[in-house]
């Protein structure tokens, strides 16, 4: 760590994130944000089981002649999963959707059958064109970007809005939630729905098309789906006491397998949070999960420390994961290790949305702050 290191009291977040901001007791601004901006949207008490009960009957009334009441993206990751369960106590009828972006750990697999069995809902996988996938993959990588997981993201999130549109579906259920995803540092990532971003730096480093893929706009995800379609994406997650151990362990119920930390469902996610993020640009994701866990009262901070005290990744399992990744993606050892290490770029250095999107945002807090409620309807 630099000497000029410094941490949260509080929390575990620290000067990686450089917009970090500490008052004068050593308390961060992520603590703040969750404090006056989080606290007064998360609902774990009588409040939010009445909200979700009056949303499970808007969806009901809503699918009552339909097949389907709402749709459900099932990762195989302990929030979906978790979601899913109460999806199935709540008696809601979901269209059950899996994106196969063809990075699926075995455990991944496995966990989703146990789920939709165990619900007896019918799963839809979608399977994303691999070469295209591929291309996506490698033209990020040689674009020297932080986010790489904006191809995986993106594909998922575009896959579940046009499956919703195509079956008259309204709401978008999403396992994301406050109680364990609340702090996450903006200077370290650019959004995964600007697909003119996407598109720019698959023209500049990529080597072919990405037709076959379902890439929107940020226009599209901002506004024409919630306006235009009436698409609203509700997170149930964030109206129940949440906590992530007690979800693993009613998980394991159903032969849940664990995969060793959050998003690890994916092996590329893994790979991209525990080395690359760290390894390129000192960001440890587990200090945002951690600090959200902390601040919603699901572990101490003593106990996050622990957890950061281990390492990221054991030697052996860096090694067999590097030698699975490039062997998918189709590359030499060589050509591979120097992808690692491309130049350091900034997403916002290719042609983006950056400038709608910072104004769409800015202007929603003003009128937020104006009106004292929030007008976002993906949030
Ligand atoms: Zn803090």
């Given at each position: 760590m630099p000497v000029d290191h410094r941490e949260c009291v509080r929390c575990v977040m620290d000067t990686t994130d450089p917009e970090i901001v500490f008052d004068d007791n050593g308390v961060c601004s992520h603590c703040h944000y969750f404090d006056n901006e989080v606290k007064p949207r998360w609902k774990p008490d009588e409040r939010g089981a009445e909200a979700l009960s009056r949303q499970i009957a808007v969806m009901r009334e809503y699918g009552r002649k339909r097949e389907y009441d709402c749709i459900l993206g099932l990762s195989g990751g302990v929030?979906?999963?978790?979601?899913?369960?109460?999806?199935?106590?709540?008696?809601?009828?979901?269209?059950?959707?899996?994106?196969?972006?063809?990075?699926?750990?075995?455990?991944?697999?496995?966990?989703?059958?146990?789920?939709?069995?165990?619900?007896?809902?019918?799963?839809?996988?979608?399977v994303m064109d691999w070469p295209e996938i591929r291309e996506l993959q490698l033209a990020?990588?040689?674009?020297?970007?932080?986010?790489?997981?904006?191809?995986?993201?993106?594909?998922f999130f575009a896959s579940l809005y046009k499956y919703a549109v195509k079956n008259?579906?309204?709401?978008?259920?999403?396992?994301?939630?406050?109680?364990?995803e609340a702090i996450f540092p903006r200077s370290w990532h650019y959004t995964a729905m600007d697909g003119k971003n996407i598109r720019a730096i698959n023209r500049k480093h990529g080597s072919g098309s990405i037709k076959k893929l379902p890439i929107i706009s940020f226009w599209q995800y901002y506004f024409y789906y919630p306006l235009a379609k009436g698409l609203k994406t509700f997170r149930p997650l964030?109206?129940?006491?949440?906590?992530?151990?007690?979800?693993?362990?009613?998980?394991?119920?159903?032969?849940?397998?664990?995969?060793?930390?959050?998003?690890?469902?994916?092996?590329?996610?893994k790979f991209f949070q525990r080395y690359y993020l760290p390894h390129r640009f000192g960001y440890d994701k587990?200090?945002?999960?951690?600090?959200?866990?902390?601040?919603?009262?699901?572990?101490?901070?003593?106990?996050?420390?622990?957890?950061?005290?281990?390492?990221?990744?054991?030697?052996r399992e860096l090694e067999n994961d590097k030698l699975y990744l490039r062997k998918k993606l189709g590359l030499s050892q060589d050509e591979f290790e120097k992808l690692l290490e491309a130049p350091k770029r900034k997403a916002e250095d290719y042609p983006s949305d950056e400038k709608f999107y910072k104004f769409v945002k800015s202007t929603q807090a003003r009128v937020e702050k104006k009106l004292g409620l929030r007008i976002r309807r993906y949030s």
């Amino acid at each position: 760590m630099p000497v000029d290191h410094r941490e949260c009291v509080r929390c575990v977040m620290d000067t990686t994130d450089p917009e970090i901001v500490f008052d004068d007791n050593g308390v961060c601004s992520h603590c703040h944000y969750f404090d006056n901006e989080v606290k007064p949207r998360w609902k774990p008490d009588e409040r939010g089981a009445e909200a979700l009960s009056r949303q499970i009957a808007v969806m009901r009334e809503y699918g009552r002649k339909r097949e389907y009441d709402c749709i459900l993206g099932l990762s195989g990751g302990v929030d979906s999963s978790y979601m899913a369960l109460k999806v199935k106590e709540f008696g809601l009828r979901p269209l059950v959707i899996h994106v196969d972006a063809g990075w699926n750990s075995e455990s991944a697999v496995s966990n989703i059958k146990n789920i939709v069995d165990h619900c007896g809902w019918d799963l839809h996988t979608v399977v994303m064109d691999w070469p295209e996938i591929r291309e996506l993959q490698l033209a990020y990588l040689r674009s020297g970007v932080a986010n790489q997981d904006v191809p995986q993201d993106h594909v998922f999130f575009a896959s579940l809005y046009k499956y919703a549109v195509k079956n008259s579906i309204k709401t978008v259920l999403s396992g994301g939630n406050l109680a364990t995803e609340a702090i996450f540092p903006r200077s370290w990532h650019y959004t995964a729905m600007d697909g003119k971003n996407i598109r720019a730096i698959n023209r500049k480093h990529g080597s072919g098309s990405i037709k076959k893929l379902p890439i929107i706009s940020f226009w599209q995800y901002y506004f024409y789906y919630p306006l235009a379609k009436g698409l609203k994406t509700f997170r149930p997650l964030n109206f129940l006491p949440y906590n992530r151990d007690e979800a693993i362990e009613e998980l394991k119920k159903i032969g849940f397998k664990e995969y060793g930390s959050k998003h690890c469902e994916s092996i590329f996610t893994k790979f991209f949070q525990r080395y690359y993020l760290p390894h390129r640009f000192g960001y440890d994701k587990r200090r945002p999960h951690l600090s959200s866990q902390i601040l919603s009262g699901q572990i101490t901070r003593e106990e996050a420390l622990v957890e950061l005290s281990e390492p990221l990744y054991s030697e052996r399992e860096l090694e067999n994961d590097k030698l699975y990744l490039r062997k998918k993606l189709g590359l030499s050892q060589d050509e591979f290790e120097k992808l690692l290490e491309a130049p350091k770029r900034k997403a916002e250095d290719y042609p983006s949305d950056e400038k709608f999107y910072k104004f769409v945002k800015s202007t929603q807090a003003r009128v937020e702050k104006k009106l004292g409620l929030r007008i976002r309807r993906y949030s």
